[in-house]
Nanobody, 123 residues
Framework: QVQLVESGGGLVQAGGSLRLSCVAS????????MGWFRQAPGKEREFVAAITRSGYSTYYADPVKGRFTISRDNAKNTVYLQMNSLKLEDTAVYYC????????????????WGQGTQVTVSS
């Protein structure tokens, strides 16, 4: 069982930056691949980024490629999402998720989810 808690969301102007964190409970964090997803009002939850267990490989959705960076620190049981050059359309609740398969984009591939953190980008 893994419990995930996100933090770092907030209100930011377009063009600004935020760093989200997701802390996992337990001693098996390094055995899980991690992902970030987001859900905007009235829309379905969508994949944002994923990282392998080791942290050596990452994968991004096209809308965030070049602007967002996913990373992890297995010693701290934490995965991060650095978000730069934020746009209005990045406004959403952001969720971290843990699963066994690496670099996958489907929601069903992830077994554990955090409660989400709100990111609001203003003009």
């Amino acid at each position: 069982q893994v419990q995930l808690v996100e933090s770092g969301g907030g209100l930011v102007q377009a063009g600004g930056s935020l760093r989200l964190s997701c802390v996992a409970s337990g001693r098996t964090f390094s055995s899980y691949a991690m992902g970030w997803f987001r859900q905007a009002p009235g829309k379905e939850r969508e994949f944002v980024a994923a990282i392998t267990r080791s942290g050596y490989s990452t994968y991004y959705a096209d809308p965030v490629k070049g602007r967002f960076t996913i990373s992890r620190d297995n010693a701290k049981n934490t995965v991060y999402l650095q978000m730069n050059s934020l746009k209005l359309e990045d406004t959403a609740v952001y969720y971290c998720a843990a699963g066994r398969r690496e670099l996958v984009v489907l929601i069903k591939e992830y077994n554990y989810w955090g409660q989400g953190t709100q990111v609001t980008v203003s003009s």
